[in-house]
């Protein structure tokens, strides 16, 4: 793509972008979302990031891996253990990239 | 007693957990955009105009194999649909707000800032200067991933792939969604996406994660509803 196009792809990305961020609260940030929606809503975030993360763990490399030399698997593992257990942000990550840094040093290559 | 300085100050605080997955990150894509052939100038300028991580990366993905704009726009905007959502989450909370803070807040309204937003407003008895805590997080994640995608763009190839900092960004959504599991419905949400996501992984233009996304949220309504019902 020439940088005429690449210009032209992000701004156009970026307006798309910001229409939808914008959409209701600026169209109908006065008037009541649906009830129904509404329930629907909360589970927006739970549902997307779950999404992103199931691939994450267990398709690490585009195929799918479900075994004990899957170190991403393990260390995501421990990280739902760790927020379930200490509902902190900072400690999950630590001792999750900790987990895989330490695994990817023992486990054989993959 | 909460001024909107006081606010805007909690909302920078709370947000900086978050900013320590949001700078590998953003490092990461300013070193694969370079890779991806995209001048320096105009990775920056993505990151400013477009502002949405997942999206910025999949556009240097499609620009790498030499994808038409038009198809890049549309997966683009495939991906970015959700935060019609959070628009719609939030929109109750903000309708008296003036026409440029409407402006302002949806231009920091990325997945990292509703998350902080959301729970803020969900637990304030009154919204009084609330907006000012969503423009707190919403500026400190904006001023870190500008920084951190400048940083990677500067250090090019430089990080060690083996170092797998990207896993510090799937680590901090776990770190999100876990506590989020309160009930047996968003539980039953989150382990249906999952499901799904893993199973229609192969479909193209990443539509798998829209289709997982879409089938936990009817899998969580239903189940709520369903149980509102019996009680």
């Given at each position: ?55 994450a763990l267990l398709i690490p490399n585009g195929t799918l891996a479900l075994s004990f030399t899957n170190s991403r698997l393990l260390a995501g593992l421990l ?17 999750g990239m900790a987990c895989l840094l330490i695994l990817q040093a023992f486990l054989p290559a993959h | ?27 990461i ?128 190839g430089?990080i060690p792939a083996s170092w797998s900092l990207d896993f510090?960004?799937p ?61």
């Amino acid at each position: 793509m020439s940088s005429l196009w690449l210009w032209i792809t992000i701004v156009v990305v970026g307006l798309l972008t910001f229409g939808i961020r914008l959409s209701f609260l600026a169209f109908l940030g006065k008037k009541q979302v649906a009830p129904l929606l509404q329930q629907a809503l909360r589970f927006v975030p739970v549902a997307v990031l779950s999404a992103l993360i199931a691939p994450a763990l267990l398709i690490p490399n585009g195929t799918l891996a479900l075994s004990f030399t899957n170190s991403r698997l393990l260390a995501g593992l421990l990280a739902i253990l760790v927020a379930w257990r200490t509902k902190n942000v900072l400690l999950t990550i630590a001792l999750g990239m900790a987990c895989l840094l330490i695994l990817q040093a023992f486990l054989p290559a993959h | 007693m909460t001024t909107p300085r006081s606010e805007f100050l909690h909302g920078v605080r709370d947000e900086l957990p978050i900013l320590i997955g949001t700078v590998p990150f953003g490092l990461i894509y300013g070193v694969f955009a370079l890779s991806a052939g995209i001048p320096p100038l105009i990775a920056q300028a993505m990151s400013c105009i477009v502002f949405a991580g997942s999206a910025q990366f999949v556009i240097a993905q499609l620009v790498a194999v030499g994808t038409p704009a038009l198809i890049v726009i549309l997966t683009a905007f495939i991906i970015n649909i959700r935060h019609l959502l959070y628009s719609a989450s939030l929109a109750p909370f903000t309708g008296r707000l003036s026409r440029l803070w409407k402006w302002l807040l949806a231009y920091l309204l990325t997945d990292e800032a509703y998350a902080m937003a959301i729970s803020r407003y969900q637990k304030a008895q009154d919204e009084g200067p609330a907006h000012w805590y969503f423009l707190g997080a919403g500026l400190a994640l904006w001023t870190c991933w500008q920084l951190s995608t400048a940083a990677g763009i500067f250090l090019g190839g430089q990080i060690p792939a083996s170092w797998s900092l990207d896993f510090a960004l799937p680590l901090t959504f776990i770190a999100l969604v876990v506590p989020a599991l309160k009930d047996r419905s968003s539980t039953a949400a989150a382990l249906s996406a999952a499901l799904i996501a893993l199973l229609a992984f192969a479909l193209p233009l990443k539509l798998g994660i829209a289709v997982a996304a879409l089938s936990g949220i009817a899998v969580g309504l239903a189940l709520e509803i369903k149980w509102i019902k019996r009680a």
